[in-house]
């Protein structure tokens, strides 16, 4: 630390009063935990999607195929995609429960609207990664639930019909649906979300944490 501290002064400071940060007391439980589960179930993902991005391959012809060798021939592959997988699962579950804690404690009210409508597009954010991954193993379930996604957007007022072209890649399902969803499930989404993320935490840490009812 000291030979931090002599090239980049003050960084001491600041470790410290992150490490000294006090926590009241009636957040040590179980419920005021479930927004840092939800956030170590999303880092599970990004680690976990990492490897498999190193051997998947978004292309119609070879996506199921590299999902198969993933699971059957890469070294641990198939722990890796289920931790991907049931981590996923467990983050749209927490995500759920952390807004109905929010909600229930009144957390929500001023002055922490903001911060609020963050967690708002957070949940949205979770489902679209969700969503967009789902089609990733390019397998019959994956293809017509993502079909059927479109189509639902579709119905939209106004913006369904351009939404609906924009996510197929055409009029019809056409190859670029494919990697239209991989480049939002990879990049897009994911760099969003950690946008989102640091403003979600940066509001927490000015307004601190919300009283007991």
């Keep these: 630390m000291n030979w931090l501290e002599e090239r980049l002064p003050g960084i001491g400071k600041v470790a410290e009063d992150i490490a000294e940060h006090p926590v009241p007391s009636h957040t040590l439980n179980i419920f005021y935990c479930l927004g840092g589960l939800t956030l170590l179930a999303f880092l599970v993902q990004c680690v976990t999607g990492l490897f498999l991005a190193l051997y998947y391959k978004p292309t119609p012809e070879a996506a199921f195929a590299s999902v198969q060798m993933i699971t059957n021939e890469v070294r641990f592959g198939a722990t890796i995609r289920s931790l991907h997988h049931w981590a996923a699962n467990l983050m749209i579950l927490l995500v759920f429960l952390h807004m109905l ?3 229930y404690t009144g ?12 967690g708002c597009f957070l949940l ?4 679209g990664l969700a969503f967009t991954g789902y089609l990733l193993p390019y397998e019959q379930l994956s293809y017509w639930a993502s079909v059927i996604g479109a189509e639902t957007a579709g119905s939209l007022p106004v913006v369904g019909a351009t939404m609906k072209i924009m996510m197929q890649g ?3 399902v056409t190859a670029e649906m494919l990697s239209r969803f991989y480049v939002l499930h990879v990049m897009i989404l994911p760099l969003v979300t950690i946008g989102f993320l640091v403003a979600h935490f940066i509001m927490i840490r000015v307004q601190g944490i919300s009283d007991p009812m």
């Design 101 to 103: 804690r929010v909600y």
């Design 124 to 127: 949205v954010l979770s489902l």
């Design 170 to 172: 055409g009029i019809k």
């Design 107 to 118: 957390s929500f009210k001023k002055p922490r609207e903001l911060n609020w409508l963050a």
